[in-house]
């Protein structure tokens, strides 16, 4: 019999009504596009007031988020930036664009986040930006990357993407480095603050967000708010350099009503994971992800992981141990990436036709599997699960049970 009978599902239930009322607004009021005043403002100030930052404006996808900061930093073809190999492919998708060249630094061990004495020994000359990604909603060592930008003078871009209100010290993350970008992909169940398709940045740096504006964001009014320099208006207008990145207001009120959640819901996400970490993480031959005591772990896209030792628990196999639990009734699925380094066109260089100065450049090493043994021993012995606002009655605990169920039982499993 399984040790799991409840069907994992997340009860909490969206401000659906609310969502729709608004968006109703906006249709019978032909405000589809543009309506700054109401719509895009209102939204930003929100995320401002939330991150407690100067400045923040929005956009259609994190990865645009990204390249903004990209460009706002003044980044060009030929330089470095120094990113995790444990990350998804749009933190570096920008770079490649812009034949500026990624390179990739290894993971602290039993950990998904970046380690911060990999980063200090590969910057070089060519330098200009270290990307750090606050994976699954675990955050990096940030007092430890702002010591490497002060000491060297680098700016710091945290992809918060995963990780929606996670602090580190009390401060929000996305407001500790120089640029913090977010993603609101998906639908309830996506990124903590879902638009469908968008993102947004923060920065208190006036200067990088007036290049922000600059490079990304055609016919947008000049909102005091920005603090919009004189010659950026004065030559270049409401037209700046004619590219849009912007996003849809649609898309803005729903994240606008799901914010209003958030600490909610991550509160509550918070509180199930610590009770599976707690009992299981304890078991033998199963532990938590390293998490900085520094740190406050949220937003959680993709779920909460565990790690398997397989040699604490005999030398079975590890899919064995997964196959096991699974025909427990547990829920394994979560969000999994193929590290950077695995990537065929990374390990061998590619840039786009008529580009020589990024990936494929003259010197451009490349990677192999053996350049991050961390990093693939954590990937190769993790456990993913979902996490709950609000769980079905009874599942963390037959969860519980699945895990000292399968443990318990090793001579079976052999």
Request: glycine content about 10%.
């Amino acid at each position: 019999q399984k040790a799991v009978e409840v069907e994992p599902k997340e009860m909490w239930k969206p401000p659906y009504e609310d969502i729709m009322a608004s968006i109703g607004e906006l249709i019978y009021g032909g405000q589809l596009s543009g309506d700054w005043e109401n719509t895009y403002f209102p939204i930003e100030n929100d995320f401002r007031d939330y991150f407690k930052t100067k400045y923040c404006t929005a956009f259609n996808c994190g990865t645009a988020a990204l390249w903004a900061a990209y460009l706002g930093l003044g980044i060009k073809p030929g330089d470095e930036i120094l990113c995790p190999t444990y990350t998804w492919i749009s933190t570096i998708s920008p770079a490649l664009y812009m034949g500026v060249v990624p390179v990739l630094c290894e993971t602290e061990e039993d950990s998904v986040i970046m380690d911060p004495e990999d980063v200090r020994r590969k910057i070089t000359k060519k330098t200009k930006a270290i990307t750090v990604t606050h994976m699954f909603g675990n955050v990096a060592n940030m007092d430890a990357i702002m010591e490497i930008s002060d000491k060297y003078g680098i700016p710091v871009i945290e992809d918060c993407s995963h990780a929606h209100g996670a602090e580190w010290k009390g401060k929000k993350v996305g407001t500790i480095g120089h640029v913090g970008c977010f993603s609101m992909q998906g639908s309830y169940g996506g990124k903590p603050v879902p638009a469908g398709e968008g993102g947004f940045i923060l920065t208190n740096d006036r200067w990088i967000f007036n290049q922000i504006i600059l490079h990304t964001h055609i016919n947008r009014p000049n909102s005091p708010k920005d603090e919009l320099y004189p010659e950026i208006i004065n030559r270049f207008g409401k037209q700046r350099l004619g590219l849009k990145f912007r996003a849809h207001p649609f898309g803005l009120v729903i994240a606008r009503h799901m914010l209003k959640s958030l600490d909610y819901r991550n509160e509550n996400k918070t509180k199930y994971r610590n009770k599976i970490i707690d009992n299981v993480g304890s078991m033998h031959g199963v532990k938590p992800l390293k998490q900085h005591a520094d740190s406050k772990p949220a937003g959680y896209f993709g779920g909460m992981q565990l790690l398997y030792d397989e040699k604490a628990l005999g030398d079975i196999p590890f899919y064995k141990i997964h196959e096991a639990i699974e025909a427990e009734g547990v829920s394994l699925k979560y969000r999994f990436y193929t590290p950077l380094h695995l990537y065929q066109f990374i390990q061998d260089g590619y840039d786009l036709p008529g580009t020589d100065n990024g990936i494929a450049s003259p010197g451009y090493a490349g990677y192999s599997r053996k350049d991050f043994p961390v990093t693939n021993k954590v990937v190769e012995s993790m456990l993913g699960m979902p996490v709950f606002v609000e769980e079905p009655e009874g599942y963390s605990d037959q969860v519980i049970l699945a895990f000292e169920k399968v443990l318990s039982n090793l001579d079976e499993i052999k």
